[in-house]
């Protein structure tokens, strides 16, 4: 069974830095490198949207809304993606969902909350 937990929310004052972690267990370390890891967040009221995604290659990309203050990286040997978030402002406030592709399935975490708030 494949699960995916996020960690590293958090209330942060606007200008901050936080950094989100997403380890993903019962996969294979061969399955989980060739895997598509990716983050995405949904605030209240919204869709849920695409920040930034990583590809089996490391090729990356991002929204365009974070690009330039959100960075997305994977260490294979540990199973677990990360997303490091600087110069947070208030819109980035919402749910942070990371997600697991391998082949045609998609597997979600829980979720992990991030308010930007003074």
């Known amino acids: 069974q494949v699960q995916v937990v996020e960690s590293g929310g958090g209330l942060v004052q606007p200008g901050g830095s936080l950094r989100l972690s997403c380890a993903a267990s019962g996969l294979s370390g061969s399955l989980f490198s060739f895997s598509i890891m990716g983050w995405h967040r949904q605030a209240p009221g919204k869709q849920r949207e695409m920040v930034a995604r990583?590809?089996?290659?490391?090729?990356?990309n991002y929204a365009d809304s974070v690009k330039g203050r959100f960075t997305i990286s994977r260490d294979n040997a540990k199973k677990t993606v990360y997303l490091q978030m600087n110069s947070l402002n208030p819109e980035d406030t919402a749910v942070y969902y990371c997600?697991?592709?391998?082949?045609?399935?998609?597997?979600w975490g829980q979720g992990t909350q991030v308010t930007v708030s003074s």
């Open positions: 997600s697991v592709v391998v082949g045609q399935q998609t597997y």
């Open positions: 990583i590809l089996s290659g490391s090729n990356t």
